[in-house]
């Protein structure tokens, strides 16, 4: 599985941004796709999640202003930022989920840098 991130850049307090995630290989048994955050000195936190069952998850800290959705015919997922904050400031990274049994395969796209700042 390899994944693509883009979409990141510098924004204003209260902007806007989507961030897409394009998906290609062995992508017909991902059980999950899910976006990460990570700054400098702090653990890598989940933003949001998509399951193939299109249930989703937020972190409390984003929930009423990230939206995560996917285009399967595009193997692409999404996350639209709205209502943008500076501590949303972060390398964002697409991740892939494959579950086979007991064993958890995670697949990660390069990040791509999100800055709120006025």
Known sequence: VQLVDSGGGLVQPGGSLRLSCAASGSIFDINAMAWYRQTPGKERELVASIASNDSTNYAESVKGRFTIS???????????????????????HCNALRIIGRWEYNYWGQGTQVTVSS
């Not at 692409?76 to 390398?91: G, I, R």
């Open 70 to 92: 996917r285009d399967n015919a595009e193997n692409t997922v999404y996350l639209q930022m709205n209502s943008l904050k500076p501590e949303d400031t972060a390398v964002y």
